[in-house]
């Protein structure tokens, strides 16, 4: 999670993400309310379950970054992205452990309930303790996905190697009514201040919570550690660079195909391989038919 200066360029981006339209989740072959578990009509709640809808971000403010020596040289694709959550329902993270003596904490789902108490699910995947002077607090693993691949196929895809991320209300961003009023709260729940949802500085922790309130986003700037995906050796073409969130299905939504966007990028070494490459973007898509994935 990272603070960023950028309402601008986020406003842009939820805004187009706020165009795409609101199929019936069952369309998507994947777990829903109706069709997976917890049912809309669960063990512990009395209404409707408020689902999150995580929509991913097109990855933005893109640059090269050479690293190392002259002679040694690794060269960055550099970008920052990020999440927004317009459901009707905040993401809610909660990681837990007997003791110290596990590494790990196994994290569940809480899922806010329209009548009665959350739901609280099981199977969310795990959060892991990073300590780097950056990334000195746990970290949800999975919860995106950065990937570069070759249009028309050819070369392998490449990922970011970051795996890592710790949720959290970093930015507002723009819904349209009803949810702006019914589901947003007045001000940020997972506050971007990492002592009070990541755990900072706490490695024996035994509980830990994240999440995105609806109405908010969790922000990456392209200076953050891992928001990189290394170009060195790669060949000259056009290359879709997307940003993946819940890329395993760990978490249940509203719906799954806004969870994807992209942007092409055309990469050249106009002065040979061992020398700074050129970018060129192209156009942006959003959504899982759009993007390819």
């Not at 060195?232 to 966007?261: F, I, K, M, W």
């Not at 055309?266 to 192209?282: C, D, E, F, R, V």
Request: hydrophobic content about 40%; overall charge neutral.
């Amino acid at each position: 999670m990272a603070g960023l200066g950028l309402a601008a360029v986020l406003l842009g981006l939820v805004c187009a993400a706020s165009a795409l339209s609101r199929p019936p989740s069952a369309q998507s072959g994947r777990p829903t309310a109706q069709s997976g578990r917890p049912t809309a009509q669960s063990r512990r709640c009395q209404g409707q379950l408020l689902l999150p809808d995580l929509v991913a971000l097109v990855p933005d403010h893109i640059d090269v970054k050479q690293v190392g020596t002259p002679n040694a040289s690794q060269f960055l694709l550099v970008f920052q992205t990020g999440v927004a959550n317009k459901g009707a329902g905040p993401l809610t993270l909660v990681g837990e452990r007997a003791n110290t003596a596990r590494p790990n904490l196994p994290t569940r789902q809480l899922i806010d309930c329209s009548a009665g108490p959350p739901e609280s699910r099981a199977g969310a995947g795990v959060m892991l303790y990073t300590n780097e002077p950056t990334h000195d607090h746990w970290h949800y693993l999975d919860f995106e996905r950065y990937e570069l691949r070759a249009l028309g196929g050819g070369a392998a895809a490449r990922r970011s190697r970051k795996a890592g991320f710790c949720p959290g209300d970093v930015a507002r961003v723009v819904l349209t009514v009803p949810d702006e009023l019914a589901h947003t709260p007045a001000g940020p729940v997972f506050g971007d201040q990492l002592p009070t949802i990541c755990g900072a500085g706490n490695p024996a922790a035994l509980r830990v919570a994240a999440g995105i309130s609806v109405g908010y986003a969790d922000l990456y700037a392209a200076f953050v550690e891992g928001q990189f995906i290394d170009l060195t050796g790669l060949s000259a073409g056009t290359y879709r660079l997307t940003n993946q969130a819940n890329p395993l299905d760990h978490l249940l939504e509203q719906r799954y195909d806004n969870d994807v966007a992209g942007i092409d990028v055309t990469l050249s070494w106009p002065h040979g391989p061992q020398s700074k490459p050129s970018i060129a973007l192209g156009a942006s898509c959003m959504g899982r038919g759009a993007c390819g994935a």
